[in-house]
């Protein structure tokens, strides 16, 4: 026979009980950065744990870039490559993971923020 108390809880008593994110990763906001990237120069971002995607945008010249994994470093004419002056990238990356940066011409500026 059912125990009656198990049926008599009401639902806000057990939530708590039920599993969620942990405590380290909920509500996690991350800084905004503003980076002016040297020619000729990689700049490597470690992607913390629990991020899920990186928004990217290039301010005054196109910048390239790769994620961890991949068989070439970017450079001035390889890579996935972000436009100046067009809307923030959405990037979908892991946690753990490393992405490459790397300006096409002087004077290129990377926004950029990590995400959940």
Not at 43 to 52: E, L, Q, S
Not at 79 to 90: E, K, R, S, T, Y
Request: with cysteine; proline share 7%; charged share 20%.
């Amino acid at each position: 026979m059912p125990r009656p108390e198990l049926y008599d809880v009401p639902m806000t008593d057990i939530r708590p009980l039920l599993p969620s994110k942990r405590e380290d990763d909920a509500n996690t906001i991350y800084a905004h950065t503003s980076t002016d990237l040297v020619v000729g120069t990689i700049m490597t971002i470690n992607v913390p744990r629990g991020v899920r995607y990186i928004l990217a945008q290039a301010i005054d010249q196109n910048i390239r870039y790769v994620i961890s994994g991949s068989v070439c470093d970017p450079s001035q004419t390889s890579g996935f490559q972000l436009v100046a002056g067009n809307d923030p990238l959405a990037i979908s990356v892991l946690g753990g993971q490393t992405v490459d940066f790397i300006a096409e011409a002087a004077g290129a500026r990377l926004e950029m923020q990590f995400c959940q």
